[in-house]
């Protein structure tokens, strides 16, 4: 069944029968009502394409993984990609989940959906410290949530786990192991939450007494190669450490290789911690500990969340930060030569 159809099986000009299934007042209520219960006895179905084009509204979100095309295999990504569309098809909205190379060609990707309209919002993951993103949607006043906080200069809805408190409590329990001399396996400086880290870290350092080295930390790109090629840098060092912090699990997972390669044991030799808690994390050798962060409810509150702001939410009120749960498996322990002790 047709619009043509429905129309012409009332006798009605396909004008008045679309405004009357639209609501119109122009339309009379008796005539409104005729229509509808036709259309339903009928099994007329509106076109949604039709339907878009004449509100205006693509009911779609867009999420732009900072990832060149072809490499949209960050877990991380994928764990909040699909509790996104989940809950954005509760919503009655669809992701539209693309990907670029951070810089230019990722933000030719924003406009590419904002100006060309392909998008009623965006959702931005992975927040840095000075966001072009977060400038430009603004400036655009396209509704859009972030996951992660940033210093750029803008009032948004946002998500965040916080890294400082995760760093924190994960140096303390290396350090109630014994250990001293804590590595840390950072995240690019211009991600937002490498600074909370590297501040959670120096805190428990400083708490603790133990002096800060800059020759212990080392940065990469968040995959496993470059926790390896890290801890490699680490471990070679005159006076490496004995336990290394992670930015994100599969960091960690590099790192291990590294502690292997060594001819020594994580969780014996030298502690590894990651950060994530990915389902990967369970199945390491040894188990890996880890900071356990929501993925999937952070990815379903954000859609709640981008669903609220289009209604009219103000973005100030939809602002939030968790904490993450230390979780401890086998890849951390007593620092090695020293009493055994229990995790903790």
């Known amino acids: 069944?047709?619009?043509?159809?429905?129309?012409r099986h009332l006798n009605l000009s396909i004008?008045?029968?679309s405004r009357a299934l639209a609501g119109y007042d122009d339309v009379s209520e008796a005539t409104r009502a005729r229509v509808r219960e036709?259309?339903?006895?009928?099994?007329?179905?509106?076109?949604?394409?039709?339907?878009?084009?004449?509100?205006g509204r693509t009911e779609a979100i867009g999420l732009v993984i900072p990832a060149a095309p072809g490499h949209?295999?960050?877990?991380?990504?994928?764990?909040?990609?699909?509790?996104?569309?989940?809950?954005?098809?509760e919503h009655?909205?669809?992701?539209?989940?693309?990907?670029?190379?951070?810089g230019p060609q990722e933000m030719e990707r924003y406009r590419y959906l904002v100006e060309g309209r392909r998008v009623d919002g965006v959702v931005v993951a992975r927040t840095r410290r000075h966001d072009e993103r977060i400038a430009y949607l603004a400036e655009k006043g396209v509704p859009f949530v972030c996951h992660g906080r940033s210093e750029t200069p803008a009032v948004f809805p946002y998500i965040d786990v916080d890294g400082e408190h995760g760093f924190r409590i994960a140096?303390?329990?290396?350090?109630?192991?014994?250990?001293r001399r804590i590595g840390l396996v950072n995240s690019p400086e211009e991600l937002n939450f490498t600074h909370h880290r590297v501040s959670g870290y120096r805190q428990a350092l400083e708490a603790a007494g133990i002096p800060w080295d800059t020759s212990l930390i080392e940065y990469g790109d968040l995959t496993e190669e470059s926790g390896y090629r890290a801890a490699k840098r680490l471990l070679s060092l005159e006076e490496p450490p004995t336990a290394l912090l992670c930015a994100n699990d599969w960091m960690a997972i590099g790192a291990m290789h590294a502690v292997r390669e060594g001819g020594m044991w994580p969780g014996k030799d030298v502690s590894v911690v990651g950060y994530d808690d990915l389902p990967v994390a369970r199945f390491t050798d040894p188990p890996l500990t880890t900071l356990r962060q929501p993925i999937r409810a952070s990815g379903a509150r954000l859609a709640d969340m981008l669903v609220e702001l289009m209604n009219g939410a103000k973005a100030e009120a939809l602002q939030e930060v968790h904490l993450p749960e230390l979780v401890v498996r086998g890849s951390s322990g007593p620092v090695a030569g020293g009493p055994p002790q229990p995790p903790g």
């Open 171 to 179: 140096a303390e329990h290396l350090i109630r192991l014994g250990h």
């Open 15 to 17: 004008t008045t029968v």
């Open 72 to 89: 949209m295999s960050d877990p991380f990504f994928l764990e909040l990609a699909a509790s996104l569309g989940d809950r954005l098809r």
């Open 38 to 55: 036709a259309a339903e006895r009928l099994g007329y179905q509106p076109n949604p394409l039709g339907q878009r084009l004449r509100s």
């Open 92 to 102: 009655g909205l669809d992701l539209v989940l693309t990907s670029a190379a951070p």
């Open 1 to 7: 069944m047709t619009l043509r159809e429905l129309a």
